[in-house]
């Protein structure tokens, strides 16, 4: 997906993502801007921004820069794989799309 495709997939909506094997990963709030709150499975929540670069969506979560090559289906985002200069192979699905916040603390990843 290009950046304007993402953002239209994703701003204002909280994606749900799993694994390949069916494991949950986490949940993604994203607002106006660019901006995002990621609630990875087992963590607080951390508060972020992205922008497109090239071919990816590039994420910075305090310091930490993870980027990752973006697939739509019927207008919304799919899969996520990940696109880093040493690629783990990494791809989530999507499972879910809402509107709700996004859980922190005891209650992340329920």
């Not at 701003?11 to 995002?36: I, K, P, R, V």
């Not at 980027?67 to 996520?80: F, N």
């Amino acid at each position: 997906m290009s950046g304007p495709e993402f953002r239209a997939a994703s701003e204002g909506w909280t994606l749900y993502f799993e694994t390949l094997d069916g494991e949950y990963f986490g949940a993604e709030q994203y607002f106006e801007n660019g901006e995002s709150l990621w609630s990875p499975v087992g963590a607080q929540c951390i508060p972020g921004v992205w922008r497109a670069y090239d071919e990816r969506i590039c994420f910075v979560h305090y310091n930490d820069l993870a980027c990752w090559r973006v697939y739509g289906e019927d207008g919304e985002v799919a899969y996520a794989q990940s696109a880093e200069p040493n690629d783990t192979g990494l791809t989530l699905r999507v499972t879910r799309r809402d509107k709700s916040p996004v859980l922190c603390g005891e209650d992340a990843g329920v």
